[in-house]
């Protein structure tokens, strides 16, 4: 059972753009606060941004300015806005909830700042 199913990442140069699309499941959309979470190799996974239910965000100190997390109800879907991307930001991206629930790890989605 998928339900949360991120897109949107690939191979960028730095300072480029990305913007990834997470679709959730009705009742895991209205029902809690969601997160973009990252991991690159060898390190641990961190959150990176959250936007709550009623549209509060949240982000690491390392993308402010830079990243722009959002929801749109109607669509189920969440949304991460990628802007001067930089090498450190390459990492496997994934959606969850936040706090995260262990059984809705996905596959994610890979983004990778090269020259």
């Known amino acids: 059972q998928v339900q949360l199913v991120e897109s949107g990442g690939g191979l960028v140069q730095p300072g480029g753009s990305l913007r990834l699309s997470c679709a959730a499941s009705r009742t895991i959309f209205s029902s809690f606060a969601l997160g973009w979470y990252r991991q690159a190799p060898g390190k641990q996974r961190e959150l990176v941004a959250n936007?709550?239910?009623?549209?509060?965000?949240n982000y690491v100190d390392s993308v402010k300015g830079r990243f722009t997390i959002s929801r749109d109800n109607a669509k189920n879907t969440v949304y991460l806005q990628m802007n001067s991307l930089k090498p450190e930001d390459t990492a496997v991206y994934y959606c969850?909830?936040?706090?995260?629930?262990?059984?809705?790890w996905g596959r994610g989605t890979q983004v990778t700042v090269s020259s």
């Open positions: 969850n909830t936040n706090p995260p629930v262990t059984g809705y």
């Open positions: 936007i709550t239910r009623t549209y509060r965000t």
